[in-house]
């Protein structure tokens, strides 16, 4: 039982993790960013395709703000201004 969970808490967690860290130093951070936004809607999808989950208005509504959110705070943030020295 043990040696399944370790595979389960290593592929459902870990490798995941560790992609996104490796992809993230190889695309600039604006796409990053824009590709991450997405997750909601693909967990949803994963949920509707796999598990045949309904999402209701109100938690369409949810993940569209979710969306919405990480979008504008992608799209709007600045790079970092370097300190005079």
Do not use: D
């Not at 040696?3 to 600039?28: D, H, I, K, Q, Y």
């Not at 989950?53 to 790079?79: D, H, R, S, Y």
């Amino acid at each position: 039982i043990l040696a399944g969970a370790l595979l389960v808490g290593l592929f459902s967690s870990a490798l995941p993790f560790w992609l996104e860290m490796v992809a993230l130093t190889r695309m600039p951070a604006r796409l990053y960013g824009t590709l991450t936004c997405l997750e909601p809607a693909l967990g949803a999808l994963a949920g509707f395709l796999f598990l045949h989950e309904i999402l209701t208005g109100l938690q369409c509504l949810g993940v569209a703000a979710v969306i919405a959110a990480a979008f504008g705070a992608t799209m709007t943030n600045k790079p970092p201004v370097p300190s005079p020295e």
